[in-house]
């Protein structure tokens, strides 16, 4: 397994988390894969579909090398740092830097209001794209789009059919499919995944249909 090491610089920094824990990567390219789930505490987005609003507050606060020795503990080399909106705290970024350099794969989730630049470009970089349905998309950064490479992704999570067709402007704008893996995720509840499964095929869209995987398997049980 990886070996925790934190720089000097990183010892000091102290982050609010929500939970660590471990279970099957429900979401993204890396759906199925073991890993370790940091979750930072805080998001100044309220989108109307969040399921994991229990994440907007409380917490407490971790240092990078307490981070570390947890991560290390579940024994698993694939780490997903999630929220709330992990780059809402400052200390993400060394938070991520200090995870490459221990040796773990590292996959950021991020609601795409943030800047990414900064992030370690070692780090894969899920980025939402905020459709009309979540209440959101006024606070898409779209700047984000042209820092983004083949080692990241975009999700669009999707309420309806209009929200399916402001994807379908964004694909065709942005070019996003050349620029990486696109994922279409449905809101559950709200759109049947056969119903975007049956889009998707018509219009031959060159994207992912993600459903999550995890609430498949064990429902919406937070920390899943």
């Known amino acids: 397994m990886p070996e925790a090491k934190v720089s000097p610089g990183a010892a000091s920094t102290r982050l609010r988390l929500t939970e660590i824990f471990c279970s099957i990567q429900g979401e993204s390219s890396r759906v199925g894969l073991p890993t370790v789930f940091v979750r ?50 400052k200390g993400c970024l060394a938070l991520l830097g200090a995870l490459c350099d221990a ?25 939402d794209l905020k459709a009309p349905g ?30 399916y067709d402001w994807a379908v402007e964004q694909l065709d704008t942005h070019r996003l499919a050349e620029r990486c893996p696109v994922l279409l995720s449905p809101v559950q509840g709200e759109l049947d995944p056969a119903d975007l499964a049956e889009w998707i095929t018509r219009d031959r869209l060159a994207v992912r ?16």
């Open 103 to 127: 040796g773990y794969s590292v996959s950021l989730e991020t609601s795409g209001a943030l800047d990414i630049a900064a992030v370690d470009p070692r780090v894969s970089r899920v980025m």
């Open 40 to 89: 930072l505490t805080g998001c100044p987005l309220r989108c109307r579909w969040c399921d994991t609003e229990y994440a907007f507050n409380g917490g407490k606060y971790w240092s990078i090398e307490e981070t570390l020795a947890e991560v290390a503990r579940h024994g698993v080399p694939t780490v997903c740092v999630t929220g709330g909106e992990p780059l809402a705290q």
């Open 134 to 163: 979540s209440a959101e998309a006024s606070r898409n950064r779209w700047e984000n789009i042209p820092l983004l490479g083949a080692a990241d992704e975009v999700k669009i999570v999707l309420a309806n059919r209009s929200d």
């Open 209 to 224: 249909l993600q459903v999550q995987l995890h609430k498949v398997i064990w429902g919406n049980q937070p920390g899943r």
